[in-house]
């Protein structure tokens, strides 16, 4: 047997076998604390060394102000409008001025969150869930392009999704009932239409090698371009990283995956499959807005509503592509990929929320230890569901 061959053999066993996976998950872990740990004493050592600079400047000048400290005075905070996005109501004034304000609104904070580093987080998550796409669906290696193509298709179709939501003007105003028919008709409808209409360029490919499980796989692609697109922002608003990789990436691949299965059964059998897509297509779209409407409403104390609505579709689509896929062996577990990609993205995010926080201050490794418990159920649903994929 030759070497390449043993390794992928062990790669094979690693990716499946609890043990490994434990010791592996556990040492990435200790090596992100321990990282965290060294971070945060050289930032101690560097605070000091300033603080020591400023007083030995401020004795040199007899207690006077040095001249490299001296304050300016404040400069005048300009009036927010269209063109300065500098006001507190900045998405209020976007969303009211049309459609290409509230893209150049997005896609500024995109920017800004992409200098900030929270694009190379968010990419990161998008690799891990890549891999994990391609070990569920089984899309061939030689096919790396067009898996690419498809994520890069699913970024391009925020800017739609925006157009259109200035257009249909609905908003949230705190009632139950106006909510759900926001999320659903306005939220779920206009994304789940963007994310199908950017797909559809690919399915001929799958049509030509009559491989539901490549539409599938493609079109989960598209949805997990459009997740990177739409985390970026999220994580420069600081809202959950890890809740946002288990919940928001893949609900956006397993949605828009369904959806691109039924195309590609419509497209060969339209006489007898329109009914399925039609039906797909009003069921991607509820699930979409009624698990956002019960994320953003705490009906009844119900907030573990979302998670319920969750689990049963992950355990659904999961079904839905086994049935499809082909049945030859993965060679690396999704598993593993899941369970070791989401240590290393842990240990990144622990370390980019702890850069300029004190390790041990209230909002250091404590308050980022309390945000991973809260979605520790969704990884166990993960794993659970992967292990036999």
Known sequence: ??????????????????????????????????????????????????????EQQLKDSEGGVPEGFRQSPPEPVPSPDVDDWGGAGEYLAAR?????????????????????GFAAIALFAGVIWYAI????????????????????????????????????????????????????????????????????????????????ALAAGLGGLV???????ENIYSYSLEVGL?????????????????????????????????????????????????????AMHDILEANILPIIVFGFFTFFYLRQITEVRPREHQKVSPLGVFCVGSALLL????????WDTPFFSAMGFGAFGNSFAGTATLAFLFINEFRDA
């Not at 949805?223 to 697109?229: T, V, Y």
């Not at 339209?270 to 069921?283: D, I, Q, S, Y």
């Open 96 to 116: 009211e001025a049309g459609a290409w304000a509230l893209v150049r609104y997005f896609y500024r904070d995109v920017g800004r969150a992409a200098l900030g």
């Open 223 to 229: 949805g997990l371009g459009f997740a990177i697109a």
């Open 347 to 354: 240990g990144l995010a622990l370390n980019f929320h702890l």
């Open 242 to 294: 890890w809740g946002r990789f288990l919940t928001a990436n893949f609900f956006h691949i397993s949605l828009t995956s369904l959806l691109a299965l039924a195309c590609y059964d419509f497209c060969r059998w339209p006489k007898h499959r329109w009914e399925k897509l039609v039906a797909t297509f009003l069921g991607v779209v509820a699930v979409h807005g009624v698990y956002d409407f019960f």
């Open 133 to 212: 796409v391609k070990q569920l669906t089984a899309i061939p290696l030689r096919r790396w392009a067009v898996g690419v193509a498809a994520v890069a298709l699913g970024m391009l179709s925020t800017p739609p999704v925006l157009v259109v939501a200035s257009l249909l003007n609905l908003h949230e105003n705190g009632e139950p009932l106006n909510d759900l028919i926001f999320f659903v008709a306005g939220v779920g409808l206009r994304e789940e239409t963007c994310k199908i209409a950017f797909f559809l360029p690919l399915l001929p490919l799958a049509l030509r090698e009559r491989s539901p």
């Open 1 to 54: 047997m030759r070497a390449d061959a043993r390794l992928i053999n062990r790669l094979s066993f690693w990716s499946r076998d609890r043990a490994t996976l434990i010791r592996a998950a556990v040492a990435i872990a200790a090596a992100s604390i321990l990282l965290a740990l060294i971070i945060d004493q050289v930032r101690e050592k560097r605070l000091a060394f300033v603080e020591d600079f400023i």
